[in-house]
Structures are given as structure tokens and as C-alpha cells.
């Protein structure tokens, strides 16, 4: 039996280029196992993806429009964390962190630069719990893609395969 001391809670968030919404995990670490406990997914509005295909559009893309857009999909990563945790008898002040890049409006890793839409300050204060946010921009200032938790979790979730 793994002590209480022992695990690690954890809460990824991620919303990707289809535009359909919103996955949430609650995992549990410890130094020898990777685990999820449970997961909702919350779908975009209509609305809300349409939104956010004009902001894809250089066109409507200002900063008002963007920031205004942002807080909408931030408010469904509030309410995602929220349903994932009503579920589960896990108290928020157990989990560690957040993860949460955001919507992706822009990527482009050859020429050095992602966009995503996420209001880390609001998310954590909304839920109460510390959030990680904006590490596709640092994996792209380190060299990479801007996807620096897939080698992580294909080597958590696959390593036993060749």
C-alpha cells in the first residue's frame, strides 16, 4: 500500500485543433505508478467554436476579440475541473497542479512561435489550486514542437511496449 505522503494529484487539461472541446484528467502519481482516476470531457458550444474559428481568421483576430474568447474558454476549463472533481473524493487542496496549454489559435514551430488561449491567473483562482500554463512556448524556446508531454506520457503510459 502506497502512503498517503507517497502520491501526487495532478489535473491535465487539454482542448486540441478540432475544436470540440474540453478533456479533463485527475491523475495520480507515485515513484512507481502513473494513474488516472477520472476524466470528463465538456463539448464547446456551437457558439463558442465559431468563435474561435473567426479568431483563426487573422481578420477578427483582435486583441479584445482574443482576450474576450479566452475568458469564455477559460470559464469551461473552470467548470471542467469542477465536474471532474464533484465525482471524486479527492479535496482540490490535495491536488499539486493544473496543467493547461489552452486552445491553440496559432502554431507555427518553424518560425518560433504558438498561441493559446488560456487565462492561467483566472483558472487558478477559480478552482483554487495552482495552474501550469503556457509550456508549448517554452518547449519552442528550448527547440522543440510545443508538445512537450507527449514524450513524458508516451514513456508513462507505453514504456512496457517496444
Not at 468563435?51 to 481568421?57: P, V, Y
Amino acid at each position: 500500500m502506497v502512503s498517503y505522503l507517497m502520491e501526487k494529484f495532478f489535473i491535465g487539461q487539454m482542448s486540441g485543433t478540432s475544436l470540440d472541446g474540453i478533456d479533463t484528467v485527475l491523475c495520480r502519481s507515485t515513484k512507481k505508478k502513473f494513474e488516472i482516476i477520472s476524466s470528463v470531457y465538456l463539448p464547446y458550444s456551437k457558439s463558442l467554436r465559431v468563435d474561435i474559428e473567426k479568431l483563426i481568421n487573422e481578420s477578427f483576430c483582435t486583441l479584445e476579440n482574443m482576450k474576450l474568447i479566452e475568458n469564455k474558454i477559460t470559464n469551461l476549463y473552470v467548470k471542467s475541473v469542477n465536474k471532474l472533481l464533484s465525482g471524486v473524493s479527492i479535496n482540490r487542496k490535495q491536488i499539486l497542479a493544473i496543467g493547461c496549454h489552452g486552445q491553440t489559435i496559432k502554431h507555427c514551430p518553424k518560425k518560433k512561435y504558438t498561441l493559446q488561449l488560456v487565462n492561467g491567473s483566472k483558472l487558478a483562482h477559480e478552482t483554487k489550486i495552482k495552474c501550469v500554463t503556457d509550456f508549448r512556448n517554452r518547449d519552442i524556446a528550448d527547440g522543440g514542437q510545443g508538445a512537450p508531454l507527449v514524450p513524458m506520457g508516451d514513456q508513462l503510459l507505453f514504456s512496457e511496449y517496444d
